[in-house]
Nanobody, 113 residues
Framework: QVQLVESGGGLVQPGGSLRLSCAAS????????MRWYRQAPGKERLLVAS???????NYADFVKGRFTISRDNAKNTVYLQMNSLKSEDTAVYYC???????WGQGTQVTVSS
């Protein structure tokens, strides 16, 4: 397993931006897929974005064109740049490693005026 720690969440106004970070406890160079999920109160956890070891990315339709996932293997960190935030983006955001398996504790993102 791997330990993952998210950071960068907070309160932002609609239309604003945040960058989330996910720091791994060891090198992510060989990690095949890293993902960001989110879970709003009373709702299921949803996949937001993923990135492979080769840098291929995929996004949920509800964030396409607004969010960007990236990884810095040298820093053992995965990022989620979130732009043009909407109130419906409010959720706890979780980082995930498919293999080796691991979940972070989550970071709260609140979009509100």
């Amino acid at each position: 397993q791997v330990q993952l720690v998210e950071s960068g969440g907070g309160l932002v106004q609609p239309g604003g931006s945040l960058r989330l970070s996910c720091a791994a406890s060891r090198s992510i160079f060989s990690f095949d897929v890293m993902r960001w999920y989110r879970q709003a109160p009373g709702k299921e956890r949803l996949l937001v974005a993923s990135i492979t070891s080769g840098g291929n990315t995929n996004y949920a339709d509800f964030v396409k064109g607004r969010f960007t996932i990236s990884r810095d293997n040298a820093k053992n960190t995965v990022y989620l740049q979130m732009n043009s935030l909407k109130s419906e983006d409010t959720a706890v955001y979780y980082c995930n490693s498919r293999y080796p398996p691991g979940w972070g504790q989550g970071t709260q993102v609140t979009v509100s005026s």
